[in-house]
């Protein structure tokens, strides 16, 4: 754990910043949609129904309202998802880092939406997995030189994720095909295990004999 960097603060605080104004507009949203469906649903109920016009307005003020309260509610929850982690980070005021410096990597190809997947060699005899939605290729990721940082939220969780590249992006040194991700053990992310690129079939399937 460390302290965030003034330039981790003022990016924390930006995306603070773009999620409560998302907050703010996303409440127009809902009261628009509302309203206007409310007032459709009048309309027509006015045209096929002999009751008084007023009986029937009454009614869709009632419901078009609740309706509408009962959107904003659940939309004010998901957003205070992202909102209060930010608030609470920029409270908190630190990063869990997890540094990398690597002499080569291999790619494990996608299956079934489950995001990327790279074994980077840290030393002679380690191996260290980053996988994920989050790890796509990028203009200087994956490289042999980066960092992955996760400003912490108060509970302990993270807030959000960056990976911080000191290198251009890298091609893999060898790249296995999306079937080593459905053995039994497949690593997890930030998982490190003992060997090397070239025995990495057997690390991820010690039933596959070497190639």
């Known amino acids: 754990m460390r302290p965030l960097t003034e330039r981790e603060v003022r990016r924390l605080r930006g995306r603070l910043r773009a999620a409560e104004k998302r907050e703010r507009s ?80 291999a790619e494990v190809e996608e299956a079934e939406d489950e995001g990327a997947a790279y074994a980077f060699q840290i030393d002679a005899g380690r191996l260290a997995f980053v996988v994920g939605q989050e790890f796509y290729p990028e203009a200087d990721f994956p490289s042999l030189d980066f960092s992955i940082v996760y400003a912490m939220a108060e509970g302990g969780h993270a807030a959000t994720m960056d990976i911080e590249s ?25 998982e490190v295990r003992t060997g090397t690129i070239e025995n990495l079939e057997r690390i991820l399937d010690p039933e596959v004999m070497g190639t």
């Open 26 to 105: 996303g409440r127009t949203g809902p009261i628009v949609a509302g309203a206007a469906v409310s007032a459709v649903l009048w309309a027509l109920t006015l045209l096929a129904s002999d009751a008084p016009a007023g009986a029937i307005t009454v009614f869709w003020l009632a419901v078009g309202g609740g309706i509408t309260v009962w959107v904003l509610r659940e939309h004010g929850r998901e957003l205070a998802g992202t909102v209060e982690p930010l608030r609470s980070a920029l409270r908190r005021r630190e990063a869990e880092e997890y540094r990398f410096a690597a002499t080569e990597f």
């Open 166 to 190: 000191r290198a251009d992006r890298g091609t893999p040194s060898r790249k296995l095909p999306a079937r080593f991700r459905f053995v039994d053990d497949f690593p997890e992310h930030l």
